[in-house]
Each structure stands twice: as C-alpha cells, then as structure tokens.
C-alpha cells in the first residue's frame, strides 16, 4: 500500500512557475513508476508525465513537452513536478499517481494522491 500527498499547487499568473511535490508514503517508492495526471472542469483526467523507477526514463504529454519537467528522489521517497511558462489551459487539478507499470495509461496506476489545485490567470 502506497499513500501519496500532492503539495504546492496555487494561484499563478500566465508565463509564471510552480513546483508540485507528491511525498509517498512507505518504504517501496522506487519499486513503483510515478506520473503526473490533471483534471480540468468539466473534461476527463488526462495524462501529464510519467516517470521510471530509477529517474532515468521520462516521458510527457505533447501538451507539456519542454514546460514541464518531472523528477524524483528517491532517498526522499518524493516525485516533483516543475511547470514553467504556464498557461490557463494548465488550469486543473493536479494528481499524482503510482504503479508498475511505465505508461500514460491511467489504468497503470493503482494507488492516486487526492490531488492539488493549480490556476493559471491570463
């Protein structure tokens, strides 16, 4: 079991940054794949980046493709989520998850933090 806390979501204006942490819980974290999914208003959770066990292999939706950077420690048992050059449409709630599998496939994931709130303002 693997329980995951999403942290520094907020407020930002177009064109600012933010840094997502998720902290898991456990001693198993880098048995486990991490990614990044977000959810807006009214639209499906889609996927965000995903990372492999060991950091080396990442991989990103082309929507957040050379803005958003996804990393890990492992001694730390923490997953970040860098997002430069926001926009609104970066607007959602941001998950993040744990799995066996390296995948954008939301189905990889067995275990999902409860998700923090980003706002990009125009």
């Known amino acids: 079991q693997v329980q995951l806390v999403e942290s520094g979501g907020g407020l930002v204006q177009a064109g600012g940054s933010l840094r997502l942490s998720c902290a898991a819980s456990?001693?198993?974290?880098?048995?486990?794949?991490m990614g990044w999914f977000r959810q807006a208003p009214g639209k499906e959770r889609e996927f965000v980046a995903t990372?492999?066990?060991?950091?080396?292999?990442?991989y990103y939706a082309d929507s957040v493709k050379g803005r958003f950077t996804i990393s890990r420690d492992n001694a730390k048992n923490t997953v970040y989520l860098q997002m430069n050059s926001l926009k609104p449409e970066d607007t959602a709630v941001y998950y993040c998850?744990?799995?066996?599998?390296?995948?954008?496939?939301?189905?990889?994931?067995?275990?999902w933090g409860q998700g923090t709130q980003v706002t990009v303002s125009s």
């Open positions: 998850a744990a799995g066996g599998s390296y995948s954008s496939g939301s189905s990889a994931y067995d275990y």
């Open positions: 990372i492999s066990h060991s950091g080396r292999n990442t």
């Open positions: 456990g001693r198993t974290f880098s048995r486990y794949v």
